[in-house]
């Protein structure tokens, strides 16, 4: 059974850094995709970050690019996400996400394999 483990949210103050980790587990072969979203009371759910498993190209949302890094440690079955110049409107539940067989983008609704998700909280 496929699994996914989100860790290294908590507390930054704006401008910091953070580094989260999604470790995968349980697939016969590796994702095509994975993705970083986020969930913040009141709004939508956003896809911001994304990496193609097999050639590591990515793609990041306007709200992130720039500031956050998508990337990946096959030998470790490990999406990690570097997030600089933190913002307060960054803090939400961030999840990571898989799929397995093609790559859906930022498209949220459409990636099969979920973590439980770690909160990122930033402070001004």
């Known amino acids: 059974q496929v699994q996914l483990v989100e860790s290294g949210g908590g507390s930054a103050e704006a401008g910091g850094s953070l580094r989260l980790s999604c470790a995968t587990s349980?697939?016969?072969?590796?994702?095509?995709?994975m993705g970083w979203f986020r969930h913040a009371p009141g709004k939508e759910r956003e896809g911001f970050a994304v990496?193609?498993?097999?050639?590591?190209?990515?793609r990041y949302a306007e709200s992130v690019k720039g500031r956050f890094t998508i990337d990946q440690d096959n030998a470790k079955n490990t999406v990690y996400l570097q997030m600089n110049r933190l913002k307060p409107e960054d803090t939400a539940m961030y999840y990571c996400?898989?799929?397995?067989?093609?790559?859906?983008?930022?498209?949220?609704?459409?990636?099969?394999?979920w973590g439980q998700g770690t909160q990122v909280t930033v402070s001004s």
């Open positions: 996400a898989a799929e397995l067989s093609w790559c859906p983008g930022l498209a949220s609704a459409t990636y099969k394999y």
């Open positions: 349980g697939y016969t072969y590796r994702p095509t995709c």
């Open positions: 990496i193609y498993i097999g050639g590591g190209s990515t």
